[in-house]
């Protein structure tokens, strides 16, 4: 699997396509992966009714283009995540999306760092306060 970290569209082309064109084409262009791991800012910790509004717009692109939303949430340096799935090779369950996950974001955040600042839970796990 690959990780999509952020995805952004000039907004001049937002709402033509763009966004759906770059992942259809994403996926024609790897046939040997088993899925696309997309992460979101979480909308759980959204600062405000505006932030809230623009998170809510991202999640529906995704649901629009066949994207799944995990239960599994992640925390990196504090910013807090939402994962998605786009499957291209059969069906990925929980466990190997948390897996790939991990591995993609120890090679992100080698070392100590990866102990100290990255935390992946699933939906209905609390991240700890000092994570919030």
Same mark, same amino acid.
């Given at each position: ?40 800012? $979480? ?14 717009? +991202? ?21 807090? =995540? ?10 990925? $369950? ?11 974001? +120890? ?9 100290? =600042?990255?935390?992946? +839970? ?11």
């Amino acid at each position: 699997m690959i990780l999509l970290d952020y995805l952004a569209i000039l907004e001049e082309y937002r709402s033509r396509g763009a966004g759906s064109a770059f992942l259809r084409a994403l996926s024609a262009r790897l046939p040997n992966c088993r899925g696309i791991l997309i992460e979101t800012e $979480d909308i759980d910790f959204a600062q405000n009714e505006a932030e809230a509004r623009e998170r809510q717009k +991202r999640d529906a692109f995704y649901e629009k283009n066949g994207v799944l939303k995990t239960e599994i949430r992640s925390s990196v340096y504090g910013v807090h =995540y939402a994962i998605w799935l786009l499957a291209l090779g059969g069906n990925a $369950d929980r466990e190997e999306c948390e897996q790939n996950l991990r591995d993609i974001y +120890r090679i992100m955040v080698p070392g100590e760092k990866f102990e100290k =600042y990255v935390e992946i +839970r699933r939906s209905q796990e609390v991240f700890p306060p000092e994570t919030l």
